[in-house]
């Protein structure tokens, strides 16, 4: 029983590292790409999802400030937007989102060191969470596009008639599952196969040589940063509907991070399998350790372990060899 | 025209190693130092040290730890929230052990207890750099918040979780506890302030700053000069460490007087940190100083205009806050990566050449 008990907790922790790596794809997409180190993904994820739910609700963007200035009380246009449209918007937004970014930040930028592109990335997560919180005010909104929530029905009886005991997995979490997978094998795909993939590829090996092939740089940011945005609307609704459209969403991308490092930075499985490994890991230890220590070990555990991990292979279980030439 | 440094001759080696050559400068910093100890004491009221002063200078000091760490070893770190809260509980222990110790002996002894922690999350900085080491210093940050939530000890079993300042005296003074005057805050703070500054000032440009500098311009250049990694970086962490200590020690003791470590010293505070020297110049002493003003002052003026002038509801402004925070970083890391430090020696520049162009 103890055996099963801690196997529900593994499949629970299997689907979480799912969600984390959900976020951990937007990071390596626009780091193998641009070499930057992209901290607003988290941001960006909360900034989609509340984009997303102000559409399908109909807010009136702006509304506090529009309020405030004007001496005005609008809230809403009165009208609601199907699902499926409201999203088609949001990727729309988070595209022009990309090309602001492109324009006011990336090309001021290009040739500078990694860490100062690190540090402007931070910059531009707290601009966003300020931006959201203005544009659709900073209340907990419920996002529901109509995916399937609760406990999974088919999974418990199932695991109930084959070992007598049945698992609590929820159906969203399936669910992440599936999409998370349809949307790494797309990405593969694209990169692989797809004429605009190839270019990301060469941009993300030698800027300049691929600047002298032909390849316009300008325009495969644009594109890497609009997946990216696509990726972090996905992740956005996942969390989303999950748990609320709230501020706590952008702190995944925290715990994305040692994901990243884990996996490392450059590897698209790399960043499937350090979601997963942490997932677990984190469920398993606060299973079996955190009732010894006074628990919330989720806190910190992916961290310590991404530290003990890195002195010992600083490039992460799939990156490539970190080699320093003077 | 205004400023000048024709005529200023040095004439011993001891003259030319001061620690500000040029005499405008000297005076200046002189005024500035006597209306700061002479003047503002009697002057100050509850409102500018709470709201200004005070946290200006505990940030201020956490900000040149931070830069000794990052602007001039090249460490970036994202767990100063969690190094502040080592010296924030720290002090707490100190001062409820040994009640009989002068509050100031705690003060320090609590930025060494910092130093040590700092010490041993620096170490995994002698195998990875940029911002995989950053993020290993998340590590920290969470964990050390968390074990400051989680163990009993550190908050003396207290109910709330919480942990008070009780009150202690400096010459008869009350410098913790509710019963402190707005000067004395002030005060204490002054003058750790001003002390850790002349120690960072000195440090960074004696050998021990060289080594910094060279590990931070290129690490395997300075190894090959003969500069050893381990001792540069170690000490980095361990001198950056006691001033966040001292700063997180200050922070709660005389200024905040009651703290939970997941609230006073969480990621936000790291960032801030963090924030200030990116606007205030990297590897500047006055850089920290300018970004820990800049930062403390943008939320009480954005308060006084928007809400107080305009009207506008507090979280609005908080979030436009934010917003504007969010694209000065941006700008200035575009603009001037040096920040406002940079600016304020073009300016000197300037005047030392006007009202001729060159």
């Given at each position: 029983m ?5 196997s ?29 180190f992209?901290?607003?993904q988290?941001?960006?994820a909360?900034?989609a ?26 809230s809403?246009?009165g009208?609601?937007?199907?699902g ?52 659709w ?18 999974v ?16 969203l979490?399936?669910w ?11 990405l ?8 605009q ?9 030698d ?14 940011w ?40 884990l ?39 992916a ?11 600083p ?12 | ?50 709201a ?7 940030y ?9 760490l ?32 002068p ?5 320090v ?6 130093a ?10 002698l ?33 709330s979780?919480q ?21 004395a805050?002030?005060l ?30 290129m ?5 090959i ?17 006691f ?9 709660f ?52 205009v ?7 509801p ?20 575009i ?19 006007w009202?001729?162009?060159?």
């Amino acid at each position: 029983m103890e055996f099963l008990y801690a196997s529900e907790v593994l499949a629970n922790g299997l689907m979480a590292g799912v969600m984390y790596s959900l976020v951990a794809l937007g990071f390596v997409l626009i780091y193998k790409a641009s070499g930057v180190f992209n901290y607003a993904q988290g941001v960006m994820a909360l900034f989609a999802a509340m984009t997303l739910v102000g559409i399908m609700e109909g807010r009136v963007p702006f509304a506090h400030l529009i309020n405030a200035a004007f001496g005005v009380h609008v809230s809403s246009f009165g009208w609601t937007v199907p699902g499926l449209f409201a999203i088609l918007l949001t990727a729309l937004i988070m595209v022009g989102l990309a090309i602001a970014i492109e324009k006011l930040v990336l090309k001021h930028l290009v040739g500078q060191e990694p860490i100062i592109l690190f540090m402007a990335t931070i910059g531009l997560a707290w601009f966003l969470e300020g931006l959201g919180d203005v544009m659709w005010g900073a209340d907990v909104k419920v996002l529901d596009v109509g995916l399937p929530q609760g406990i999974s029905e088919t999974v418990e009886t199932m695991t109930d008639n084959w070992l007598g005991y049945g698992f609590f997995i929820d159906r969203l979490d399936i669910w992440a599952a599936v999409i998370a997978a349809a949307l790494v094998a797309a990405l593969v795909g694209f990169s692989q196969y797809t004429k605009q993939g190839r270019a990301m590829r060469a941009v993300a090996d030698d800027h300049q040589a691929a600047l002298s092939v032909g390849i316009s740089l300008q325009f495969i940011w644009i594109m890497v940063w609009s997946i990216a945005g696509f990726v972090a609307l996905v992740a956005g609704i996942m969390w989303g509907t999950k748990s609320g459209v709230q501020f706590s969403l952008s702190l995944i991308a925290l715990k994305a991070l040692p994901v990243l490092m884990l996996g490392g930075f450059t590897s698209i499985p790399g960043a499937i399998v350090g979601g997963l490994i942490i997932g677990m890991g984190e469920k398993l230890f606060e299973y079996f350790v955190g009732s010894m220590v006074g628990g919330a070990t989720e806190n910190w555990f992916a961290y310590v372990l991404a530290l003990i991990f890195l002195v010992f292979r600083p490039q992460g279980l799939f990156g490539e060899r970190i080699i320093e030439r003077v | 025209m205004f400023y000048r440094e024709a005529g200023d001759f040095k004439t011993s080696y001891r003259d030319d190693g001061q620690t500000f050559p040029i005499r405008l400068d000297r005076w200046g910093y002189y005024a500035i130092l006597a209306v700061a100890f002479l003047v503002v004491p009697f002057v100050i009221d509850s409102y500018w040290a709470n709201a200004v002063l005070v946290p200006f200078l505990i940030y201020a000091i956490a900000a040149i730890g931070l830069n000794i760490l990052t602007g001039y070893a090249g460490q970036v770190s994202l767990g100063t929230g969690g190094f502040m809260a080592v010296g924030a509980y720290a002090v707490y222990k100190l001062m409820t052990s040994f009640p009989g110790v002068p509050i100031v002996v705690h003060i320090v002894l609590a930025g060494a207890i910092t130093a040590v922690v700092g010490v041993l999350f620096g170490l995994p900085s002698l195998r990875i750099k940029g911002f995989y080491l950053a993020v290993a210093t998340l590590a920290a940050q969470f964990f050390l918040v968390w074990l400051f939530n989680k163990v009993p000890w550190f908050y003396n079993y207290s109910a709330s979780g919480q942990i008070n300042a009780p009150e202690r005296t400096i010459l008869g003074w009350a410098v913790t506890g509710p019963a402190t005057t707005a000067s004395a805050k002030y005060l204490i703070c002054l003058v750790f302030a001003v002390v850790l500054a002349w120690v960072a000032r000195n440090l960074t440009r004696g050998s021990v700053g060289r080594k910094w500098m060279a590990i931070r311009d290129m690490d395997i250049a300075a190894e090959i000069i003969g500069v050893n990694p381990l001792t540069a970086k170690l000490s980095a962490f361990a001198v950056s460490s006691f001033f966040v200590g001292i700063a997180g020690a200050l922070l709660f003791s005389v200024y905040l007087g009651a703290a939970e470590a997941s609230e006073a010293f969480g990621i936000n505070k790291s960032f801030l940190v963090l924030f200030m020297i990116i606007i205030g110049g990297l590897g500047s002493i006055f850089g920290s100083f300018a970004g820990a003003a800049f930062l403390v002052l943008l939320p009480v003026l954005l308060k006084n205009v928007l809400v107080a002038q305009f009207g506008w509801p507090t979280d609005l402004a908080a979030h436009i806050e934010l917003m504007i925070v969010g694209a000065l970083i941006v700008f200035f890391l575009i603009v001037e990566p040096h920040g406002l430090a940079r600016l304020w020696a073009l300016t000197k520049e300037k005047l030392r050449l006007w009202p001729f162009p060159h």
